[in-house]
């Protein structure tokens, strides 16, 4: 599985961007997706999590009600829509690939594969 992030920027803070992540491969509607975030000088983060059909999402308090999390398995895209965007969200943004499981996995550990990330910038 190859993933390839883009859609980051620089972003007013209370603005928004959509982030998207696009897998190779045939197994995109068997594979959970998650999205991690990485400060500088900070461990790698997790953000949110879609299930394989996409019914099922978790966020980390820090973005519910600001990010949604979703996915096109035609497309074997998913994507992060963030809004409200603070400061605080300024990261390196990697998308995670876990292929063949159900469990909606939090942690870095959980997930096999990671596209190269996509930098966004909260100015103040």
């Known amino acids: 599985v190859q993933l390839q992030a883009s859609g980051g920027g620089l972003v007013q803070a209370g603005g928004s961007l959509r982030l998207s992540c696009a897998a190779s491969?045939?197994?995109?509607?068997?594979?959970?997706m998650g999205w991690f975030r990485q400060a500088p000088g900070k461990e790698r983060e997790f953000v949110a999590v879609?299930?394989?059909?996409?019914?099922?999402?978790y966020y980390a308090d820090s973005v519910k009600g600001r990010f949604t999390i979703s996915r096109d398995n035609a497309k074997n895209t998913v994507y992060l829509q963030m809004n409200s965007l603070k400061f605080e969200d300024t990261a390196v943004y990697y998308c995670?690939?876990?292929?063949?499981?159900?469990?909606?996995?939090?942690?870095?550990?959980?997930?096999?594969?990671w596209g190269q990330g996509t930098l966004v910038t909260v100015s103040s």
């Open positions: 491969g045939r197994t995109f509607s068997s594979t959970v």
């Open positions: 879609i299930s394989r059909s996409g019914r099922s999402t």
């Open positions: 995670a690939a876990d292929p063949g499981s159900y469990y909606l996995g939090k942690t870095i550990y959980e997930y096999d594969y």
